[in-house]
Nanobody, 122 residues
């Protein structure tokens, strides 16, 4: 099993910044794609950003130019730096990782974090 621990959420004013972190631990041989998704009240969960093991990233159009994603492969950690936050960024943010448990398996399993609340408001 793999455990994900997220941190860094909170309340921030419009225009402010937050940095989310997610650490993966447990039965891990290698972590592949890591990413962040979010879900606002009454809406479906949506992709925010993903990053591959070789640091190729992908962003939702709504966050391009404001958010950056990075990772530390040695620490199995992914970060989401969120700048110029807007009220519409308010949501629960979920970490997602794809993991191979052993060196001899081709199976890659996806895991979700428990979510961290980000609220952008005056």
């Amino acid at each position: 099993q793999v455990q994900l621990v997220e941190s860094g959420g909170g309340l921030v004013q419009p225009g402010g910044s937050l940095r989310l972190s997610c650490v993966a631990s447990g039965s891990i041989f290698r972590v592949y794609t890591m990413g962040w998704y979010r879900q606002a009240p009454g809406k479906e969960r949506e992709l925010v950003a993903t990053i591959t093991r070789d640091a190729s990233s992908n962003f939702a159009d709504s966050v391009k130019g404001r958010f950056t994603i990075s990772r530390d492969n040695a620490k199995n950690t992914v970060y989401l730096q969120m700048n110029s936050l807007k009220p519409e960024d308010t949501a629960v943010y979920y970490c997602y990782v794809e993991v191979a448990a052993t060196w001899y398996t081709t199976t890659v399993t996806g895991y979700w974090g428990q979510g961290t609340q980000v609220t952008v408001s005056d």
